[in-house]
């Protein structure tokens, strides 16, 4: 059994207009250059898979825009068919800081329907886990508007694929990216057949968002875990938040399919996040994720790709995914893990161990 690869050269072509970091030019004093969400860190991202020759381990699997039905199960009409004329005319914002240009209605189709191609390749077996390489991202992405660059909400527009059309039942989320999932917590908000996990900085991006208060509503209640980490937090923590509050919650909940989305703008040279993760963490949470697939769920695994904004070192935290996922060892060092391991702060601390009991309370409830 293989992975699964999604790529599509049109995902780097969807234009997020000029900004300074995400700020916009307003004609004040913040000089406008390239948007923080750019092609670059998923272009090199590629590149290395192919440079160190993993990429001839990986199963491409085809991206295919997802149906105007698709979307629908997720996003309201109104904004669906707002996002579509301003791309057919000269691009629009999709809300919150969420900029496109012409011809961004469909790579964003293409974005969401390449995580639900990888999905239906985990669930017809063709592969064993897959990884979606897509842009734009879509975690924060709401059903009424875009938010955070996302346009159309992929991993929760594809779980609900599985779920609408492939016959699943239960289905975890567990988002690593370090900004709150705040798009995939609302999609399922009120559902218990969903359990959303979201792992972030404490009140980075969206503000006021993703509180360990936040656990659900309704039926849902309770199938809600936010675990904000304190700002710096680094593999330590990530590790003990895993262990101790994802993987008990996974193991209460049973799912039968776990997506990641997966940004990694965790790591310690992030422009728009302020932890210290670095390409062990990913390593390290990937392979927990898979033990816990392996155990629950015959190894049904899909990730999607969300932020991450460092273009020299997105391409290795991506390697060490990829190298758990397809078992394979490139023989490629992270060149920058020996100056980030003389760093401090790779620890688990009091103050952040405060935060994921709290969080672990939460998993325990979990049925
Ligand atoms: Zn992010």
């Keep these: 059994m293989t992975t699964g690869f999604v790529f599509h050269e049109r995902y780097l072509w969807h234009d997020t207009r000029s900004a ?10 913040a000089q406008p250059g390239e948007h923080a969400e750019n092609a670059e860190t998923k272009r090199r991202f590629r590149n290395l898979l192919d440079v160190t020759e993993l990429m001839d381990h990986l199963v491409s699997i085809k991206p295919r825009m997802a149906t105007e039905d698709e979307i629908l199960r997720f996003h309201t009409r109104d904004y669906h068919d707002r996002i579509k004329r301003e791309s057919a005319e000269n691009g629009g914002n999709g809300g919150e800081t969420t900029p496109f240009g012409p ?39 709401e059903a009424d508007r875009g938010r955070g660059f996302c ?17 699943v039942g239960r289905v975890a989320t567990v988002d690593w990216d370090v900004h709150h999932g705040n798009g995939t917590q609302k999609a399922f908000y009120d559902n218990a057949d969903v359990l959303t996990i979201s792992i972030h900085q404490d009140n980075n991006y969206p503000a006021y968002s993703g509180g360990l208060e936040e656990r659900g509503e309704g039926k849902g ?11 710096g937090a680094g593999h330590g923590a990530y590790v003990a938040a895993f262990e101790r509050v994802v993987l008990p919650a996974l193991e209460r909940f049973k799912p039968e399919l776990i997506f990641v989305p997966s940004g990694f703008d965790g ?3 992030d422009p728009l996040g302020r932890q210290m993760a670095h390409s062990g963490t990913y390593r390290a949470m990937t ?27 997105v391409p290795f935290c991506g390697l060490a995914v990829m190298e758990e996922l397809t078992g394979v060892a490139s023989g490629v060092e992270d060149p920058f893990l020996r100056p980030i391991m003389a760093m401090t702060g790779h620890d ?13 309370e939460l998993a325990a409830q979990v049925s």
């Design 20 to 29: 300074a970091l995400w700020m916009p030019w307003d004609g004040g004093y």
């Design 103 to 141: 011809g961004s209605y469909e790579i964003a189709l293409l974005s969401a329907g390449g995580t639900i191609a990888a999905t239906d390749a985990v669930l017809d077996r063709a592969v064993r886990n897959a990884y979606a390489l897509v842009r734009p991202p879509g975690h924060h992405a």
């Design 151 to 167: 346009l159309f909400g992929n991993v929760a527009i594809a779980a609900m694929h599985a779920r609408a059309a492939r016959g």
């Design 221 to 231: 209640e309770g199938y809600n875990i936010n675990i904000p980490l304190p700002p």
């Design 267 to 269: 790591s310690v040279y």
């Design 287 to 313: 392979q927990l994720i898979m033990q816990a697939a392996q155990t629950l769920c015959d190894g049904r695994l899909v990730l999607s790709h969300e932020g991450g904004y460092s273009a020299a070192y």
């Design 348 to 360: 688990l601390y009091p103050h952040q161990e405060t935060i994921i009991a709290v969080a672990a």
